[in-house]
Nanobody, 124 residues
Framework: QVQLVESGGGLVQPGGSLRLSCAAS????????MGWYRQAPGKQRELVAL??????????SFADSVKGRFTISRDNAKNTLDLQMNSLKVEDTAVYYC???????????????WGQGTQVTVSS
């Protein structure tokens, strides 16, 4: 089984910073696309940031609402994914979910995996 576990959420004032981390564990052969999504109360889950696998260049993409404020990075050796969030706004308040496309064995298909979510609250 594969597990994704997020950490680093919490309460921060507007303009502050937080760093979210996601650790993948279990039987992992390869990790492909990884990313962060978020869901605010009463809203649909939305994409925050994606990062491609390193052999594909590790390219990144971001939602327009977070461009220039958030950065995403991954460490394939440690099976971790980070999201550095700066200049946080009240509208960034949401539950943040880690996402990864993972292949557990060489000849098995890859599947989408999700973490349980971590709360980020931006408030004065």
């Amino acid at each position: 089984q594969v597990q994704l576990v997020e950490s680093g959420g919490g309460l921060v004032q507007p303009g502050g910073s937080l760093r979210l981390s996601c650790a993948a564990s279990g039987s992992i052969f390869s990790m492909y696309r990884m990313g962060w999504y978020r869901q605010a109360p009463g809203k649909q889950r939305e994409l925050v940031a994606l990062i491609a696998e390193i052999p594909s260049g590790g390219s990144t993409s971001f939602a327009d609402s977070v461009k220039g404020r958030f950065t995403i990075s991954r460490d394939n050796a440690k099976n971790t994914l980070d999201l550095q969030m700066n200049s946080l706004k009240v509208e960034d308040t949401a539950v943040y979910y880690c996402y990864a496309v993972i292949k557990q064995r060489r000849l098995s298909p890859s599947y989408d995996y999700w973490g349980q979510g971590t709360q980020v609250t931006v408030s004065s």
